[in-house]
């Protein structure tokens, strides 16, 4: 039976004469995330390593180092209590965040400790931006104006229209009635 490892890549991963290979390696294949508010985010590692390990997510921001999780492949998890709801742990050693917010922006250092001692570090840059609805709301505000300045304007066009048509009518039977006049006139002489 060979020895437990600590990540199902492991298991192919072997170094001279068939042994697994010495010490712990980690990789981190995306180090910058970039995430908008409420987003569900992976923050992906992978590692490798002899006998079992322990692994540790912390999050570091201008508000200080929170510690995330811990928990040993196999065997406990500790999660900690203001991300209860908010963490999945994988066995590869990732976290998943989920309805991440501008709070969540900072570092984040996992840490793989192996049983004998030997540690690895990893880093990811999380980037949390809001959504900004102003732009949109002054694009609303705006075309409800252009809107109403238009519907305005029909009206304005319309009323000119019918006035326009009522002054040709009027003078139309003026010129109709001068007309008939005219034709009385020669028409009595």
Known sequence: RRPPCCSPRAAGVRGLWGRPPKGVSLLVP?????ATVAQNILLSVDY??????TIEWKHVSSRGTTKIA?????????????YKDRVTI??????????????????YFVTVTEEHGT??????????????????????????????????????????N??????????????????????LETIEC
């Open 48 to 53: 490798s390593c002899r006998g079992v390990a």
């Open 70 to 82: 811990e928990w040993k492949s196999g065997n406990y998890v500790n999660i900690s209590t203001g």
């Open 30 to 34: 995306q180090p910058n995330i970039n």
């Open 90 to 107: 994988f066995e590869n050693g990732s976290i998943q965040l989920l309805n991440v917010g501008v709070r969540d922006a900072g570092y």
């Open 119 to 160: 540690n690895i570090y990893g880093t990811i840059v999380l980037n949390v931006y809001e959504i900004i609805y102003e732009d949109l709301h002054f694009v609303a505000v705006f075309f409800a104006f252009l809107t109403g300045v238009s519907a305005i304007l029909i009206c304005f066009m319309w009323l000119c």
């Open 162 to 183: 019918k006035s326009l048509h009522l002054f040709q009518k009027k003078t139309h039977k003026l010129t109709a009635s001068n007309t008939e006049e005219i034709e």
